[in-house]
Nanobody, 127 residues
Framework: VQLAESGGRLVQTGGSLRLSCSASDYDFASYSMTKYAMGWFRQAPGKEREFVAA????????FYAASVQGRFAISRDNERNTLYLQMNTLKPEDTAVYYC????????????????WGQGTQVTVSS
């Protein structure tokens, strides 16, 4: 599966931003986004990539890192093959490259569970 993020930009502290991740496959006829559990990770300069949020194959259950709980919301539209991350009350420490992640067998809540990565989109929160 190919993943392409969009929506990253410069935003002020306290602002909001919505990231999108479009999913596609070479085999369009049989492709279904429901095959994959999806997630978001981020990587700040000089730091390791970390888990942000994950969502069940059907969208029935979501998981969040403690640092974003209550501020971020992950959702998916399987008909549009798109994953979203709504980010509210942004803080300077949210500045990072945000990566879309997918996995068929496990919820992508840790690096080792991710089977596919997007290229990332830069989010910068100014103080």
């Amino acid at each position: 599966v190919q993943l392409a993020e969009s929506g990253g930009r410069l935003v002020q502290t306290g602002g909001s931003l919505r990231l999108s991740c479009s999913a596609s496959d070479y085999d369009f006829a049989s492709y279904s986004m429901t095959k994959y559990a999806m997630g978001w990770f981020r990587q700040a300069p000089g730091k390791e990539r970390e888990f942000v949020a994950a969502i069940h194959w059907t969208g029935s259950t979501t998981f969040y890192a403690a640092s974003v709980q209550g501020r971020f919301a992950i959702s998916r539209d399987n008909e549009r093959n798109t994953l979203y991350l709504q980010m509210n009350t942004l803080k300077p420490e949210d500045t990072a490259v945000y990566y879309c992640a997918a996995a068929q067998t496990r919820l992508p809540r840790e690096l080792g569970a991710v089977e596919y990565w997007g290229q990332g989109t830069q989010v910068t929160v100014s103080s």
